[in-house]
């Protein structure tokens, strides 16, 4: 710990009004100690971290934190700020400021440490005694657990007699009965201080209340399997979790309580009451490998993963797993077909097997050996996309079962529809057979040769008899529907596809319309390539939009936020929608609807104009794969020009605002006392 926070890294008088500029003011301090080595990337990083979900805490606490490759050795700077900075915690503004900096692939005994100051958080005596600090080294030993926490001794007249077990512990010792058992998992995105919080909080509620609760931190600090015995002696389940429970199915068969990470910090105790209750009502949890669904953790505590009304998220978990997997083999064998399209030009997808034809010196036999190498990853575009929806929905024994049911949809034709369905009927039925109770000399085997037995024959024959020649028509119909788009109806879809690409810049929505776009690449026609070329211009637009705003009008941007810019020139260029998510966190009322506006704009132009694109990634360096390049450069430009604007306009309206506001407050003090003398 001696290594992670120095006197130099506190800053006792932090005076930033805002959570950028307190993570910038501190993050300074890193550069100047040598553990960041990028500024600007470093705080896009705890940006975008940030954007995910807010890091204050009840008490006066922030957490800004993140991995990054920009630090060199895990860091921690503290700041103090007597007016108070808004974090995003229910309770109002943070006046203790924690920066957490980890390198992208940090050691595990640095980060356990850091989960241990996450844990002291939850300690109101330590708390205090940062607030009372004066000396930045005594108070980094403090943080380093070098110097303890001094309790003042209450006058003599104000002494209490000490805190015994509480109501519910008394009530269990006097009845001589087992305290009620709880099992609990925490988790959040980092893994680096909320989980441990909420694990720690957790805790203390439980001693608080007289209830057992025993927890495993699934954090980045490592990942330690609850006893199997601990969890049969369970009464019931927590989980307080932002990211999925791994091995989920060992907690089957318990009440449980599914909610956000946040709710284990800010109120442990009503988990603990709701998971009495529904031990109480024996409310069973059917709880299996694919159970995700949480609360967000400001909703009702205690509903179940298994609730029906949060089937839509989990529908959505699971075919972006199946996206994400397959993303990469859009990427490699994209680039790799649009590389030999360039080399052999298109009539190069024609030509003979290179295992049989190929000349060392010719330029065509490397066109076409990139060309097949490029079909081969395409070929597992469905079969992947299939096989890991059933993954995301039931673990490792639904990957058989989906990888066949997604080659199937390829043999009978029912394409990128086909494998999506695979992918969901291969997950529910791998559900349905693991909830199906089987004697103990059974199981073991039931992962790895029952159930991939079962389930494989169960959706081959779903897929050839019952669903797959519908699919198949289904997914004739679209094509043919791509390929007659012309006028009016394909600058409509340019714009629905505008709007979802810029809407959360790589979330969900940007997810789905690029996966509908790289699904056409697997069978290309006229249509599917307008698509293809449509999403990227239209991805393009946010951090193009953003790097010009902070070129033209400098003034309405922070220095972070004008050198973010910077960076965004490359980001847009190369199809990184992500790079304007600094921007979008920071402003999002502003920002977002700007940039959305534009990527409408650039996506009803790219379909009208007609553009064309093979490739499914790359940005303008595959301009030359491109057809009609020039329309379609005038569609990403004029889509920029637009959000830029708009961007511009309603910055510079919000800060001419207040101006107005001083002035007529001004004349109205000067009226007043005119009144007043009259």
Not at 245 to 269: Q, S, T, Y
Not at 638 to 659: F, H
Request: hydrophobic letters at 50%; proline letters at 5%.
């Amino acid at each position: 710990m001696s290594e992670l926070i120095t006197a130099e890294l506190v800053d006792l008088d932090l005076s930033a009004a805002t959570k950028d500029a307190a993570a910038r003011s501190l993050a300074e301090r890193m550069v100047a100690a040598h553990r960041v080595t990028d500024l600007d990337g470093f705080l896009a990083d705890v940006a975008a971290r940030e954007a995910q979900m807010p890091t204050g805490l009840d008490g006066g606490i922030g957490i800004p934190h993140c991995r990054s490759e920009h630090v060199n050795a895990p860091t921690l700077a503290f700041g103090r700020s007597a007016a108070g900075i808004d974090f995003g915690a229910a309770d109002g503004s943070a006046d203790l400021i924690f920066l957490i900096a980890a390198p992208a692939g940090a050691d595990d005994d640095h980060l356990t440490i850091l989960s241990g100051l996450a844990r002291r958080l939850m300690d109101p005596e330590f708390t205090a005694a940062l607030r009372a600090g004066t000396d930045p080294a005594a108070v980094a030993a403090l943080i380093r657990g070098e110097e303890p926490v001094e309790e003042p001794a209450p006058e003599a007249e104000e002494t209490e007699p000490e805190a015994g077990p509480g109501p519910e512990a008394e009530a269990v010792e006097a009845a001589g009965s087992a305290p009620f058992r709880i099992v609990a998992v925490t988790s959040c995105p980092t893994g680096i201080a909320h989980t441990y919080m909420a694990a720690e909080s957790l805790a203390a509620a439980g001693r608080a209340e007289g209830v057992e609760v025993t927890v495993e931190t699934q954090g980045s600090g490592g990942f330690k399997k609850l006893d199997p015995a601990v969890i049969a002696a369970a009464d019931a389940v927590i989980w307080a979790h932002d990211v999925e429970v791994r091995e989920k199915a060992r907690f089957r068969g318990k009440p449980l309580v599914d909610v956000g990470v946040k709710a284990g910090i800010n109120r442990p105790a009503e988990l603990i009451a709701e998971a009495r209750r529904k031990a109480e009502r024996g409310e069973i949890a059917a709880v299996s490998e694919a159970d995700g669904g949480k609360d967000s953790g400001d909703g009702e505590a205690g509903r179940s993963g298994a609730d029906h009304a949060h089937f839509g998220v989990r529908l959505r978990t699971y075919l972006m797993s199946g996206v994400s997997y397959m993303v990469p083999f859009v990427a490699a064998g994209g680039l790799l077909i649009a590389l030999s399209f360039a080399i052999g030009g298109y009539e190069i997808a024609s030509a003979k097997s290179v295992a049989d034809h190929f000349v060392w010196g010719e330029a065509d036999s490397w066109a076409a050996l990139l060309n097949q190498i490029g079909s081969a990853a395409f070929a597992f575009l469905v079969p992947v996309l299939a096989g890991y929806i059933a993954y995301g929905m039931a673990d490792r024994p639904a990957l058989v079962p989906g990888f066949v049911g997604g080659s199937i949809a390829l043999t009978v034709n029912a394409g990128f529809l086909g494998g999506l369905v695979a992918g969901l009927l291969a997950g529910a039925v791998v559900m349905a057979i693991q909830r199906v109770p089987v004697h103990a000399t059974l199981r073991g085997i039931m992962p790895v040769l029952v159930i991939p037995l079962i389930a494989s024959a169960v959706v081959g024959f779903l897929m050839f008899i019952v669903v797959g020649k519908p699919i198949a028509s289904l997914q004739n119909a679209l094509t043919d529907w791509l390929n007659g788009l012309s006028g009016s109806n394909a600058v409509i879809l340019g714009v629905v596809l505008g709007l979802m690409m810029c809407f959360d810049m790589g979330g969900p929505l940007n997810k789905v319309a690029y996966a509908f776009a790289v699904g056409g690449l697997a069978d290309p026609t006229d249509g599917s390539l307008k698509v293809m070329a449509a999403v990227m211009a239209a991805g393009m637009v946010p951090p193009l939009a953003m790097a010009l705003a902070t070129t033209v009008r400098k003034k309405l941007f922070t220095k972070t936020e004008r050198e973010n810019g910077r960076a965004a020139w490359v980001l847009g260029a190369s199809f990184i929608t992500e790079g304007a998510i600094p921007f979008a966190a920071a402003d999002p009322l502003r920002v977002i609807p700007s940039v959305m506006a534009g990527g409408a704009v650039t996506g009803a132009l790219s379909m009208a104009f007609g553009a064309t694109l093979r490739a499914p990634h790359g940005g303008v360096f595959v301009v030359p794969l491109i057809g009609e390049p020039f329309l379609y450069l005038l569609a990403i430009a004029a889509g920029t020009l637009v959000a830029t604007a708009l961007v511009v306009l309603l910055k510079g309206a919000r800060r001419a605002a207040p101006a107005a506001a001083g002035e007529a407050a001004a004349t109205g003090s000067d009226d007043s006392r005119v009144t007043v003398a009259a």
